[in-house]
């Protein structure tokens, strides 16, 4: 990458699991980990792999797609990793800020604050809660 003018930093590999971590992380891109039920990587695998190598550019994702998938294994992740006696803090950096992180360097990620929520018609996500 850095050969072409690729910036690694701005390159997310995905599906990694033990045998290929430890390159992506010296390559200097973002590693991605696929969460499936029963194949690329599980959640018990997923903490072990964060208790060895950190958090830093890790992003941690799940599937919905053909064969079997589970699109919660991201929340079993999480649950997985407060059982591993990571804080919630760690929790959210792996779930929330390192995608924002990641994603947000295109200048295309536009977070709104839940002041800031859209409205329809005069309708909005909130339920009962003061506007």
Not at 37 to 60: H, N, S, W
Request: glycine share 8%; hydrophobic share 40%.
């Amino acid at each position: 990458m850095k050969r072409v003018g690729i910036d690694p930093g701005m390159v997310l590999l995905d599906h990694l699991n033990e045998v290929t971590i430890e390159p992506a992380r010296d390559s200097g891109c973002w590693m991605g980990f696929s969460i499936y039920p029963d194949t690329k990587m599980d959640e018990a695998r997923m903490v072990v792999l964060m208790q060895r190598f950190g958090l830093e550019r890790i992003i941690v994702n799940s599937a919905a797609d053909w064969g079997r998938s589970d699109p919660l294994k991201t929340v079993k992740t999480a649950e997985a990793m407060l059982a591993a006696s990571f804080s919630e803090d760690d929790v959210d950096r792996v779930m929330w800020r390192n995608p924002v992180e990641f994603y947000g360097q295109s200048g295309q990620l536009r977070l709104l604050s839940e002041e800031q929520q859209a409205a329809f018609a005069g309708n909005t996500i909130n339920r009962g809660e003061k506007r």
